[in-house]
C-alpha cells in the first residue's frame, strides 16, 4: 500500500499531503524518504525546464550569428562588385591590366 502511495505522489503528481501523511504519520522516519523524491522530483523538473530555455537561447543565438555572416558576405560582395566597377574605369584600353599611365589619368579624373 505504501508503495502505491509513493508511486502516486511522484508519477500521478496527486496531492503530497493526501498521499504522504497518512504514511509519515505511521512512520515518521518517511519523512526523509517522501522529502527527498520531493526535492529529486522538483529538481529534476527544474532542470528540464532550465535545459529547454538554454537549448532555445543557444539556437536563437545560431541563427543570429548565420544573419551575421550573411550580411558579412553580402557586404563583402557588394565591395568586390564596387572595386571591379572602379578598377574597369580605369582601365581605358581594356587591356585587363592597369598601367602606371592608367592609374596617373584616373587620378586626375
Given at each position: 500500500r505504501s508503495?502505491?502511495?509513493f508511486m502516486q505522489t511522484l508519477v500521478a503528481g496527486d496531492s503530497w499531503g493526501a498521499c504522504s501523511l497518512p504514511i509519515m504519520r505511521e512512520e515518521p522516519a518517511t519523512f526523509f524518504l517522501f522529502s527527498g523524491a520531493l526535492v529529486s522530483v522538483q529538481l529534476g523538473f527544474s532542470n528540464l525546464v532550465l535545459?529547454?530555455?538554454?537549448?532555445?537561447?543557444?539556437?536563437?543565438?545560431d541563427n543570429d550569428n548565420e544573419d551575421v555572416i550573411k550580411a558579412k558576405k553580402i557586404k563583402k560582395m557588394q565591395f568586390v562588385s564596387h572595386l571591379r566597377a572602379v578598377l574597369k574605369e580605369v582601365d581605358i584600353d581594356d587591356s585587363g591590366t592597369i598601367s602606371l599611365d592608367e592609374m596617373i589619368?584616373?587620378?586626375?579624373?
Open positions: 508503495t502505491l502511495y535545459a529547454i530555455i538554454v537549448d532555445r537561447a543557444s539556437a536563437s543565438r589619368s584616373s587620378y586626375d579624373r
